[in-house]
């Protein structure tokens, strides 16, 4: 028997332990930022909130901003998926709306202490949320939007004004949604819902391209 060491296995066992201990501190950031909000959370809190030495956290990460980025990127990675699947199974403009929005606010009742702390940001106006996995799932949505338009699930309009307007009601809502007892995730689907499906028609038309108003 060779007691040559299998170094498959210990560069797996390696990898293993720095994906853990990254999750760990991104898991740790996630109830500090929410409990004390981004501009109170230092370093060393998160750090606290782990079982790792301290120095370990900069082997990651080199401040709680880029925790924080990591936890939103990490945050749109798991709801996109849920999200676009709706909107591509949609056959009609109430779909596509209520199924994105439903699906969303579900995610967000089911993972408070996330959206706690990802919205907290605005306590610091600079803190970055452009980060690659939110852009990507913005752009998701305006070219599911523009692909509804084309096949004529939505009607007619400025796709970038459209996105805009769901990503904002959907986080407004969702807000107002965990802080009051008496709206559920069904009741935010339903108004956000009844809002587009009023107000969209009154939109101005976009024409298509090569044709005039």
């Known amino acids: 028997m060779s007691n040559v060491p299998?170094?498959?296995k210990i560069r797996g066992k390696r990898e293993e332990t720095k994906a853990s201990n990254r999750q760990a501190i991104i898991d740790a950031a996630r109830i500090v930022f929410?409990?004390?909000?981004?501009?109170?959370?230092?370093?060393?809190?998160?750090?606290?909130?782990?079982?790792?030495?301290?120095?370990?956290?900069?082997?990651?990460?080199?401040?709680?901003?880029?925790v924080f980025q990591?936890?939103?990127?990490?945050?749109?990675l798991r709801v996109r998926p849920r999200l676009r699947a709706e909107r591509i199974r949609a056959r009609n403009f109430e779909e596509f709306i209520v199924g994105t929005f439903r699906s969303y606010f579900d995610f967000v009742?089911?993972?408070?202490?996330?959206?706690?702390?990802?919205?907290?940001?605005?306590?610091?106006?600079?803190?970055?949320?452009?980060?690659?996995?939110?852009?990507?799932?913005?752009?998701?949505?305006?070219v599911d939007i523009e692909n509804a338009i084309e096949n004529g699930?939505?009607?007619?309009?400025?796709?970038?004004?459209?996105?805009a307007s769901m990503v904002g009601v959907a986080f407004e809502v969702a807000h107002q949604m965990l802080t009051r007892d008496d709206v559920t995730a069904d009741d935010a689907a339903r108004f956000a819902t009844a809002l587009f499906l009023g107000g969209v028609q009154a939109l101005?038309?976009?024409?298509?391209?090569g044709k005039k108003k």
């Open 6 to 8: 299998d170094l498959t």
């Open 70 to 76: 990591a936890l939103q990127d990490e945050t749109a």
């Open 153 to 163: 699930v939505l009607p007619p309009a400025d796709a970038d004004l459209l996105m």
């Open 34 to 66: 929410a409990d004390l909000g981004y501009g109170a959370t230092t370093v060393r809190d998160i750090i606290r909130a782990t079982n790792l030495a301290s120095g370990t956290f900069y082997n990651y990460f080199k401040s709680k901003e880029e």
């Open 204 to 209: 101005p038309r976009k024409a298509k391209p």
């Open 109 to 142: 009742k089911n993972d408070q202490t996330t959206f706690i702390a990802v919205r907290r940001h605005r306590e610091i106006p600079r803190v970055r949320i452009d980060t690659p996995e939110v852009i990507a799932g913005f752009e998701e949505l305006r």
